[in-house]
């Protein structure tokens, strides 16, 4: 059985085998050094995943839990306009668990073989961590770092009465293959099919880097958030943030083929999307006038693209209303609240 110093040993030479222009000492002192460039911002986000909260050890298998762990952090940057740069990690583990004690070897080598090839996607360094034991369940603390042109972080602050609300991708797949999988479904890799497809998107999502790098140096973006809580909530998030109000087009949000495998109901169908939460989608406001040169960029990107709404003035009312048959209605619909799990 590996001692804790042998694990962060392990886990040393992998991070070594990365190198950064900004990284003087990564993993081996008290603290990384890294050096700072005139001009240029630093940005810094972190991400709990909690067991039996954000995820359960019986359906997430190792590898694609080590990919969420950092996925999650890299959308929190490229929801800023920003590009990541390095990666800290911080686990508990259970004492009463399979993978207590560090005994099992092949568990953890899976898991850190999913976040480093997720972290050699993106040319992310570790330059950190800490590990311990927990008398509760299995708890990773994920940061990442990452720059932006001094003035240029995207936030959710910027948007500006008259613009267009738009989103990456579809909506509703990963809280689709959540259902599937605490109706017992699980991971089958050799499998193509739409429930796993679901069950991918749930567990292995793909963070918008590029795009999110893009919107931010070109300036496109108003205000921009990552869809973790549901795009019902974060919107709210970016409304309540930019003193403004928002009508959806109901018919107009883009909702994933894999919501069918769970309700044919249209209505029911957006309350998943809208509220279900872990697309890692981006969902942002821009002038209308640039909306072809975003269109263009997320072409690039290879990414779908929609225009879902509008960023109308507050008047009183709910900040966040949906359009539908003509009325618009109060989107009551509540995202994801860990405090509720």
């Given at each position: 059985?590996?001692?804790?110093?042998?694990?962060i040993?392990?886990?040393?030479?992998r991070?070594?085998?990365?190198?950064?222009?900004?990284?003087?000492?990564?993993?081996?002192?008290d603290?990384?050094?890294?050096?700072?460039?005139?001009?240029?911002?630093t940005?810094?986000t972190?991400?709990?995943?909690?067991?039996?909260?954000?995820?359960?050890?019986?359906y997430?298998?190792?590898?694609?839990?080590?990919?969420?762990?950092?996925?999650?952090?890299?959308?929190?940057?490229?929801?800023?306009?920003?590009?990541?740069?390095?990666?800290?990690?911080?686990?508990a583990?259970?004492?009463?668990?399979?993978?207590?004690?560090?005994?099992?070897?092949?568990?953890?080598?899976?898991?850190?073989?999913?976040?480093?090839?997720?972290?050699?996607?993106?040319?992310i360094?570790?330059?950190?961590?800490?590990?311990?034991?927990?008398?509760?369940?299995?708890?990773?603390?994920?940061?990442?770092?990452?720059?932006?042109?001094?003035?240029?972080?995207?936030?959710?602050?910027?948007?500006?009465?008259?613009?267009?609300?738009?989103?990456?991708?579809?909506?509703?797949?990963?809280?689709?293959g959540?259902?599937?999988?605490l109706?017992?479904?699980?991971?089958?890799?050799?499998?193509?099919?739409?429930?796993?497809?679901?069950?991918?998107?749930?567990?292995?999502?793909?963070p918008?880097?590029e795009?999110?790098?893009?919107?931010?140096?070109s300036g496109?973006?108003?205000?921009?958030?990552?869809?973790?809580?549901?795009?019902?909530?974060?919107?709210?998030?970016i409304?309540?943030?930019s003193?403004?109000?928002?009508?959806?087009?109901?018919?107009?949000?883009p909702?994933?083929?894999?919501?069918?495998?769970?309700?044919?109901?249209?209505d029911a169908?957006?309350?998943?999307?809208?509220g279900?939460?872990e697309?890692?989608?981006l969902?942002?406001?821009?002038?209308?006038?640039?909306?072809?040169?975003?269109?263009?960029?997320?072409?690039?990107?290879?990414?779908?693209?929609?225009?879902?709404?509008?960023?109308?003035?507050?008047?009183?009312?709910?900040?966040?209303?949906?359009s539908?048959?003509?009325?618009?209605?109060?989107?009551?619909?509540?995202?994801?609240?860990?405090f509720?799990?």
């Amino acid at each position: 059985m590996k001692s804790e110093f042998a694990f962060i040993e392990q886990i040393k030479k992998r991070a070594a085998t990365r190198r950064a222009a900004d990284l003087r000492l990564g993993i081996g002192d008290d603290a990384a050094i890294l050096r700072q460039r005139e001009g240029r911002e630093t940005l810094v986000t972190v991400d709990l995943l909690v067991e039996d909260v954000d995820f359960k050890l019986d359906y997430a298998i190792p590898h694609w839990l080590g990919h969420k762990a950092l996925a999650v952090s890299l959308s929190d940057i490229a929801a800023m306009g920003g590009s990541p740069k390095f990666s800290l990690l911080t686990l508990a583990i259970p004492k009463q668990s399979p993978i207590s004690n560090l005994q099992s070897e092949n568990f953890w080598e899976a898991f850190f073989e999913g976040y480093f090839a997720l972290a050699s996607e993106h040319g992310i360094v570790l330059v950190g961590g800490d590990i311990s034991s927990t008398l509760g369940g299995l708890a990773l603390d994920s940061m990442v770092i990452g720059h932006c042109a001094a003035g240029k972080a995207v936030r959710r602050s910027g948007a500006r009465v008259g613009d267009g609300v738009y989103v990456t991708g579809a909506l509703g797949a990963s809280a689709s293959g959540l259902r599937l999988l605490l109706d017992g479904a699980r991971v089958n890799e050799a499998e193509a099919s739409p429930a796993q497809s679901a069950i991918r998107a749930h567990l292995r999502s793909a963070p918008r880097v590029e795009f999110g790098r893009l919107a931010g140096e070109s300036g496109l973006a108003h205000s921009m958030i990552d869809v973790s809580d549901g795009l019902a909530q974060d919107l709210l998030h970016i409304c309540e943030e930019s003193q403004v109000a928002a009508i959806l087009d109901f018919d107009a949000v883009p909702i994933a083929e894999a919501v069918k495998l769970v309700t044919a109901d249209a209505d029911a169908a957006f309350s998943l999307a809208v509220g279900g939460g872990e697309d890692f989608e981006l969902l942002l406001t821009a002038d209308r006038g640039n909306e072809q040169a975003l269109f263009d960029l997320a072409s690039r990107c290879e990414l779908p693209f929609a225009r879902i709404g509008t960023i109308t003035a507050r008047d009183g009312a709910h900040p966040v209303r949906v359009s539908h048959g003509g009325d618009a209605k109060p989107l009551s619909i509540r995202g994801f609240d860990h405090f509720d799990v």
